[in-house]
């Protein structure tokens, strides 16, 4: 517990088409679960609105500092937890899309340093750019 | 007349609310585990032969001698294991603050015998706080023991080296006679837990 952190939000906004005035896609409260000394991945947690006046699709996310990180979520049926890995993801106009422990999350693989960003890539071809601030290394408690 | 709907709401709530106090209670008056269901038969546990964190072989003897809550999962598990293990030292935190005596030790036992090697539980059971037992080994000898508790987990799909298991997510509590006492469903929270426990560990031996 020492060393789950959080990462401050950082916000980002897609290059887009935005006819509104605030950004057309925000995230918000993501948090990163510092990897446990040796072990092979983290967690990523986070809100993703969508403001764009379109939907979206997330295709693909990444990051400098992981090998290879994937969308996931767990479902839990009859008490028994299942992950799934969710190839693309689609946020409505308007929508909100929570990342949660217990439900989706991005699975962050292969860990080498700090974490320091994720970006999140669109069908459209905008990127987010999620930068994880200096907080990561603030202990959560 | 929104008062009177108001007002309404207001006894129906008041009314629920005090059902379900009344509810958490048995009929001699004491209070009940609110999120917990008790296992009367107290089943005792099969023998098995795992390794503990450590390396040292732990049989059915491990789970005797103290209160032990207890969850599967595996250490390559990024969402729900180390959530539910966070709940877990905190509850005993809080407990622990609470000067509740006696304490629940948390075990967590692999259903990831390839890759959690005694090392690798070692590391990921001290993340999540002190005094933590780790289980693992044989599949076989795994088995032995979800089998008898009633614990689902088979591996699922992803690559070689990257793959998941489907789990039970359930939490056993087991008593100092390594016995199976009580159950903790998911989703499991640090609330329920440190109301509950206390009342599971005074019941009847």
Request: with cysteine.
């Amino acid at each position: 517990m020492k060393r789950l952190v959080t990462a401050v939000a950082a916000l980002a906004l897609a290059a887009g088409c935005s006819r509104n005035d605030g950004p057309p896609v925000v995230a918000t409260d993501v948090v990163v679960t510092a990897p446990a000394a040796g072990m092979p991945m983290a967690a990523g947690y986070l809100r993703i609105g969508n403001r764009s006046g379109s939907d979206i699709r997330i295709t693909r996310v990444s990051s400098p500092e992981f090998g290879a990180v994937e969308m996931h979520e767990t479902i839990i049926e009859d008490g028994v937890a299942r992950m799934r890995a969710i190839p693309a993801l689609e946020i409505a106009n308007g929508d909100t899309m929570v990342f949660e422990p217990g439900g989706k999350h991005l699975m962050l693989m292969q860990p080498f340093g700090e974490p320091r960003a994720i970006t999140l890539n669109f069908y459209s071809g905008d990127e987010l750019l999620l930068s994880i601030g200096a907080d990561f290394t603030a202990a959560m408690e | 007349m929104p008062s009177r709907t108001l007002l309404i709401s207001l006894v129906l709530g008041i009314a629920i609310a005090a059902g379900l106090a009344l509810a958490l209670r048995d009929s001699t008056g004491q209070a009940m585990p609110r999120a917990a269901t008790l296992l009367p038969a107290g089943n005792t546990l099969p023998d098995f032969a795992l390794l503990d964190q450590g390396g040292t072989r732990a049989g059915k003897g491990v789970f005797e001698g103290q209160w032990d809550v207890v969850f599967f999962g595996f250490t390559n598990c990024p969402d729900i294991c180390p959530a539910t293990m966070t709940v877990l030292g905190q509850a005993r935190r809080q407990l622990e603050a609470l000067g509740q005596q006696p304490l629940p030790r948390v075990v967590l036992v692999s259903v990831d015998p390839e890759r959690d090697t005694p090392e690798a539980m070692a590391r990921y059971i001290a993340y999540f706080g002190d005094h933590n037992l780790g289980l693992t080994g044989e599949l076989v000898e795994i088995r032995k023991l979800t089998d008898a508790l009633g614990i689902f987990f088979q591996k699922a799909g992803g690559d070689a080296d990257a793959y998941g298991v489907d789990h039970s997510t359930v939490v056993l509590v087991i008593d100092p006679w390594g016995r199976l006492k009580a159950l903790f469903s998911a989703p499991q929270t640090v609330a329920d837990l440190v109301h509950d426990l206390p009342l599971i560990m005074a019941g009847e031996p």
